[in-house]
């Protein structure tokens, strides 16, 4: 017998042969009485308010910009000191507009990926975003050529990260549905910078990820 | 069997580190492991890492000499009670939360088959390759064959319960393979060659100053000016495992969560070392328990919200990875998901005793447990300390011996609790330990029952003495005797064999003076009932119709 057939029989008989023979029951005999949606609607400036007071909470920087123009203002601002930034292949081009002349842009994508030792050699990321949860103070990426590899997001030491206020929901399970429509993304979601609670159980942040995450909130397209 | 400072057996040739210092995971020899090799206490590493050796009463009594150990952990479990409370707090729903948990966990442990086969289905789909072990020694065999298949001699590895069960840095090693940790805690502990303590912080049992000893003693490569700041010391390990990350070719992780219906598979951690082993190397394996399948996608909202605030009390931890089979062009190419048993299936066999796989690894339930926070992990013997670990341990162990056998240390396990039952309040899947305890004790005494034991002849002793009236009242005045033993200061603290069991940990007071039934026999005339309905003294006139404690004898 092999492993696989002689643990699905040990599991079928540990339970008895009680277990139900038809397909998934789907889990709509589980009670799901919490909360599928927050009370604040997705994009308001009360949850983009919660989303900001639970990102400086976690030690992330935050920015807001009134137009795309002032993004790549902020941009520039934060990469004043960067020598190279690696970016997704289809990046919105505007953010990048008031980058300093000291900066280089790499270019990364599947087709044309750097190498763990050439990102490691990279300043920072900018990178878009596929939803926020203001509850969690949580970002995440789900690889879209606007976000990119994951890679690109964990070497490089300082993560700038463009999210839409049209991208902010209230509660987890509202993340979760939308993320649902494309389970098979490879996800990160990231809240706040790399951290550790291994010491005494404090938290520090800064660990293997970036040390540090700008997060600017960029007006709806 | 000789004994460390923590209360563990030594096993046979404690591993040591062996020259190269940066290369962990041998059984190697202790040649030149230089000044350091004794620094941390002679920790040694157990034969099996669901079987120590010692027995919980032994090794907490060793453990609670350890006044440092005390410290940190009481330091470490009070800072994260008052995190996760305040967290926990902030959630509306949480109750709601929990329910929904429990509920969904009860539905896989019901469907586990489907669920498992439809997981299986959708990870080959997405270009996965699924591996079935039966036990420790069967996914050890499976995980190094994979390793050797792509010609490297060294991995990376997220921290994962399941590989610690298994044993599998120590069977890597075994075939010349070194598996480096990444985890920071995980890290202290290897560099320390020690052993876990805690399902979330492996080193809780370290403080700053301790780690600071390790790192510069043992890492190599850390500042001579390392500082005792957790922050500096983060900084040191970040540093020391940079080149491994950008350069492994294979990592191995465990998985939180695998999605039935998806495919997809998912890692919870804070640090980044994670993303590191998940996304850098060529080939990912990933060792899960059968237990830890989830049947759909939305499911993950229930958990991934209960999981966090739990354990580390934070409203989410920095980094959450989820990824579905092979991606290309981004992360890993080749990934392979090794189903794990090793004993899940005699757990599971249990209707009781099968709500302990329902278990999401928080830790919470150590965290608040008052016996945990003294004896500290290392005296449940087990990769599994805590509450939890004392009704998995024992259930996981059960085809060995591990539930009923009386010379097994595992059965002592479901007695390392004071049934407080505040492991029960912070579940975040309401896993009722408590009971579980119980159940387990009750099967532990059953096993042993028509064997002679100190236990069962002191109780057929009391039921002869306590059956008879005249036979009870012999022993109440004999018992009048113990006040010669306990001496002016009214305690008795030390009595022979079998005795002994109970003043080895607690004194025993006094019996009184006068024993119940002379007090009864010389008592004053009752006072004559008092209409006064407010008078509560009404005891001695429903005394006399009562023939009382003891008279009745048999006919009650």
Redesign the interface.
């Known amino acids: 017998m092999?492993?696989?057939d002689?643990?699905?029989a040990?599991?079928?008989?540990?339970?008895g042969g009680a277990?139900?023979t038809g397909?998934?029951?789907?889990?709509g005999?589980?009670?799901?009485?919490?909360?599928e949606h927050g009370d604040l609607a997705p994009g308001s400036p009360e949850a983009v308010d919660v989303l900001v007071d639970?990102l400086v909470d976690?030690r992330a920087h935050v920015h807001v910009a009134a137009s795309a123009a002032e993004v790549a203002t902020i941009v520039g601002d934060l990469l004043a000191d960067a020598t190279s930034v690696v970016v997704p292949p289809q990046l919105d081009a505007a953010w990048l507009g008031a980058l300093g002349a000291g900066t280089a842009v790499v270019p990364d994508?599947?087709?044309d990926?750097r190498t763990?030792?050439e990102l490691?050699r990279v300043d920072a990321v900018v990178t878009a975003a596929r939803v926020a949860?203001a509850?969690?103070?949580?970002i995440v990426l789900d690889?879209e050529p606007d976000q990119g590899?994951?890679?690109i997001t964990?070497?490089p030491d300082l993560h700038v990260c463009v999210v839409r206020t049209d991208q902010v929901v209230e509660a987890?399970?509202e993340?979760?549905?939308l993320l649902?429509a494309h389970?098979?993304?490879?996800?990160?979601?990231?809240?706040?910078?790399?951290?550790?609670?291994?010491?005494?159980?404090?938290?520090?942040?800064?660990?293997?990820?970036?040390r540090t995450l700008h997060v600017i909130l960029a007006p709806p397209r | 069997m000789s004994r460390t400072f923590l209360g563990l057996p030594l096993r046979r040739g404690a591993r040591t580190l062996p020259d190269d210092v940066a290369r962990p995971g041998g059984h190697g020899t202790s040649a030149g492991a230089g000044p350091a090799s004794d620094a941390f206490g002679d920790v040694p590493h157990p034969d099996a890492p669901l079987r120590w050796g010692g027995s919980f009463p032994d090794a907490a009594r060793e453990a609670l000499q350890n006044t440092q150990l005390r410290r940190n952990l009481a330091h470490a479990t009070s800072t994260i009670r008052a995190k996760r409370a305040a967290v926990v707090g902030e959630v509306p729903d949480w109750e709601a939360l929990r329910d929904a948990g429990s509920a969904i966990k009860t539905d896989v442990m019901a469907r586990l088959p489907e669920l498992l086969e439809e997981l299986e289905r959708n990870v080959v789909a997405r270009g996965g390759v699924v591996h079935w072990a039966r036990d420790a020694d069967e996914a050890n065999r499976i995980v190094a064959d994979l390793v050797k298949a792509k010609g490297v001699d060294e991995v990376v590895k997220v921290k994962s319960m399941a590989t610690q069960e298994i044993g599998l840095n120590e069977a890597l090693a075994a075939e010349g393979i070194a598996a480096y940790e990444t985890d920071l805690a995980e890290l202290i502990v290897q560099l320390a060659d020690d052993m876990p303590s805690h399902i979330l912080v492996p080193a809780i049992h370290r403080n700053r100053a301790e780690i600071r000893e390790i790192f510069l003693a043992r890492m190599g490569d850390a500042p001579p000016d390392l500082s005792d700041v957790p922050r500096e010391l983060a900084m040191a390990a970040r540093a020391h495992l940079r080149r491994k990350f950008l350069s492994a070719k294979v990592a191995i992780s465990g998985a939180n969560f695998g999605v039935a219906d998806t495919g997809t598979l998912t890692v919870v951690e804070s640090e980044g070392n994670g993303r590191m082993c998940l996304t850098l190397p060529e080939t990912l394996v990933t060792v899960m328990g059968i237990e830890k399948v989830v049947p759909t996608y939305t499911d993950l909202e229930v958990f991934l919200q209960l999981l966090p605030r739990s354990s580390t009390g934070e409203r989410m931890n920095p980094y959450t990875s989820l990824w579905t089979g092979v991606t290309p062009g981004d992360g890993p190419q080749e990934f392979h998901l090794v189903l794990l048993d090793n004993g899940r299936t005699d757990v599971l066999a249990d209707e009781v005793g099968r709500a302990a796989l329902h278990c999401i690894r928080c830790s919470a339930c150590l965290n608040v447990c008052p016996v945990y926070e003294r004896v500290g992990g290392h005296a449940y013997g087990s990769v599994y300390p805590g509450p939890i670990g004392a009704i998995l341990t024992p259930q996981l162990t059960k085809s060995s011996g591990g539930l009923s056998g009386h010379h097994d240390p595992n059965a002592s396990l479901p007695y390392a609790s004071t049934l407080c039952g505040a492991c029960y309040e912070v579940c975040p899947v309401k896993i009722d330990i408590p009971s579980i305890l119980v159940e387990l004790r009750a099967r532990e005494v059953d096993a042993d029952r028509g064997r002679p034991t100190g236990w069962g002849a002191a109780m057929k002793a009391a039921s002869f003495v306590m059956s008879d009236a005249r036979r009870f009242e012999l022993a109440e005045k004999a018992a009048g005797l113990g006040r010669v033993v306990a001496g002016p200061k009214g305690r008795i603290s030390t009595l022979p064999p079998p005795a002994s069991a109970w003043t080895r940990s607690r004194d025993l007071p006094a019996p009184a003076k006068q024993t119940f039934r002379d007090w009864w026999r010389d008592r004053p005339a009752p006072a004559p009932p008092v209409a006064d309905p407010g008078d509560t003294g009404g005891f001695g006139a429903a005394a006399t119709d009562n023939p009382g404690f003891g008279d009745g004898g048999e006919g009650r």
């Open positions: 092999s492993a696989r002689d643990v699905l040990r599991v079928r008989a540990a339970l277990t139900a397909g998934p029951a789907a889990s005999t589980v009670a799901r009485a919490y909360r639970r976690y994508a599947r087709d990926p763990p030792d490691d949860i509850d969690t103070g949580t690889g590899r994951r890679a964990l070497v987890v399970p993340a979760v549905r649902a389970p098979e993304r490879p996800q990160t979601w990231i809240s706040g910078p790399s951290a550790t609670s291994d010491i005494e159980l404090s938290r520090v942040e800064g660990v293997h990820g970036p």
